[in-house]
């Protein structure tokens, strides 16, 4: 178990460019979810994937935010455009669906500054 | 918006034991109650999670009265080292986890 991977750790981009994220998840788990983090806040969801399938977004999700998953294993997110206050810690986790009983592993983040 | 409220802030000196507690008053039948622990520029970590009563690991214990409106997140015996912000969220898993802006714990020595 190597836990979760987001590659990478940080990116430093200027506005109006696209970047895109990999996060691999711990490799039984059939979850995996996008959170986004700013300084002082707590994690805000973004999306979340029960394998392939994309299951939910966030309404505060962005055109300009797209996540895939395919095949269940790597997921990316990809921002295009990107503004100012896309700045933030753009963090991972990963989860073995149970029956009323989820933990989620995080991964580091990536760290993204919009200049 | 997140189900829980805690507080925004604690301080403790080193060798106390903390309790931070949680109010979800509105918890659902199906909904355990789960925290975690953050360090800055790391993801969160899952630290303890429970149903009812109470549940006790290497690392903390979490008090959950009957009426489960409230839980208690208990750390024995705190060092520096535990500075870091704690979250405490309720969930079936059949919804994303919802964060709050957490409990950010000060150990002073």
């Known amino acids: 178990d190597t836990g979760v991977s987001q590659n990478p750790r940080h990116k430093i981009t200027k506005r109006g460019q696209n970047v895109t994220f990999r996060c691999d998840p711990i490799s039984e788990h059939n979850r995996l979810y996008w959170y986004r983090q700013t300084l002082g806040q707590g994690p805000e969801f973004l999306t979340y994937f029960q394998n392939e399938a994309q299951l939910e977004k966030s309404r505060l999700l962005s055109d300009r935010f797209s996540a895939e998953r395919p095949k269940g294993s790597f997921s990316t997110l990809e921002i295009q455009r990107t503004e100012q206050g896309d700045s933030a810690m753009y963090l991972c986790a990963s989860s073995l669906t149970r029956v009323n009983d989820e933990k989620l592993f995080f991964g580091s983040g990536t760290q993204l500054s919009v200049l | ?109």
Request: hydrophobic letters at 35%; proline letters at 6%.
């Open chain 2, 1 to 109: 918006l997140a189900k829980t409220t805690q507080p925004i802030s604690m301080d403790s000196y080193e060798g106390q034991e903390v309790n931070i507690t949680c109010s979800h008053n509105n918890i659902a039948t199906n909904d355990y109650i789960t925290w975690y622990q953050q360090f800055p520029s790391q993801g969160p970590r899952f630290i303890i999670q429970g149903y009812k009563t109470k549940v006790t690991n290497e690392v903390a214990s979490l008090f959950i009265p009957a009426d489960r409106k409230s839980s208690t997140l208990s750390l024995p015996r705190v060092s520096l080292s535990d500075t870091a912000v704690y979250y405490c969220l309720v969930g079936a898993g059949n919804t994303p986890l919802v964060f709050g802006k957490g409990t950010r714990l000060s150990v002073i020595a």
